[in-house]
Nanobody, 128 residues
Framework: EVQLVESGGGLVQAGGSLRLSCAAS????????IGWFRQAPGKEREGVSC????????YYADSVKGRFTISSDNAKTTVYLQMDSLRPEDTAVYHC?????????????????????WGEGGQVTVAS
């Protein structure tokens, strides 16, 4: 059974920091991407940051570059998202994602379709 267990969401003041974690298990892909998407009320789900298991390449959405940092354990089955300088517009439900297509990490992280596994999501609220 595939499990993506997320933790670390919550409420923070603008300018503050949060760290999300996702522990993924039970899948058998050799080449995959793991990362984070978010969905704000009334908006489409969007890719935030993803990392490739094969070469460690990383994608960041323009809106989070310089503020968010993705990292992982050596096995790339646990991924972290350090979110600094948070803004009210970062408020959303953040979902962990795993996809085993082997495509480039940017292609995976900029599409909301075709991903293999999703976590249930955790709320991040940034108060102004």
């Amino acid at each position: 059974e595939v499990q993506l267990v997320e933790s670390g969401g919550g409420l923070v003041q603008a300018g503050g920091s949060l760290r999300l974690s996702c522990a993924a298990s039970g899948f058998t892909f050799d080449d995959y991407a793991i990362g984070w998407f978010r969905q704000a009320p009334g908006k489409e789900r969007e890719g935030v940051s993803c990392i490739s298991s094969s070469d460690g390449s990383i994608y960041y959405a323009d809106s989070v570059k310089g503020r968010f940092t993705i990292s992982s354990d050596n096995a790339k089955t646990t991924v972290y998202l350090q979110m600094d300088s948070l803004r009210p517009e970062d408020t959303a439900v953040y979902h962990c994602m795993v996809e085993g297509s082997g495509w480039a990490v940017e292609a995976i992280c900029t599409s909301v379709y075709g991903h293999d596994y999703w976590g249930e999501g955790g709320q991040v609220t940034v108060a102004s």
